[in-house]
Structures are given as C-alpha cells and as structure tokens.
C-alpha cells in the first residue's frame, strides 16, 4: 500500500471529505486527490497539519500503526489535556476516573482478563 492510499485510508477512518483537509491544510482539493493518487508528495507542513487532525503519519509515512498514540481529535485532546494536569495525583485522578468510566460502560481494559 503506498503513502497516497494510506492518507485516503486515515481519511476515511477520520470521516473527513477531501475538501475538508485541503481547506484544513491550505491546500487545493486537486492537490489533495494529487497526494492520494500518489501523482504528489506531501511536505512536511502538510504532514504537521494532518497530524493535528488525527491522521497517524507514522502510518501514512511507514505502514505501521503506532499504538500510543492518538487517533482520533478527541483522544488528541483528552491526552494533551492529561498531560497539563498541574501533579501526577492530578493525572492519577483523572486516568482512575477514565477507568472508573469504561468499567461503569461495561468496558474491559487492555491487558484485564
């Protein structure tokens, strides 16, 4: 699988049109298809950009998947958050009551049996 298809891939798992990265990114919608079809290679501000709304470039870029790290804006945020919390008993609460959260949901941890 190429870059090009990698980046419609991460796309369409983000449910985003081609329109709106190209305006999120400043770019054309041609441009955008261009990167997709692999007629064009993206730069790095596009990549920078991207990343900011949940694309995994080192997906894109490599293949594989980094598994710590966010993929989606909301977990972009939720970590950016966690990590301005002022302590490490701050961010101990608030990872205890994620927890709590997805147990309370019936949710079973990664690693729990």
Known sequence: MSIGERLREERERLKLSQPAVAEAVGVSKKTQIDYEKDRTPPDANYFSVVAGLGF??????????????????????FLRNSRAMPTIEARQAALDAVVGLRKAFGGKLDGEV
């Open 56 to 77: 995994d470039i080192s997906y894109v870029i490599t293949g594989m998947r980094i598994e710590n790290a966010a993929r989606t804006p909301l977990e972009l945020a």
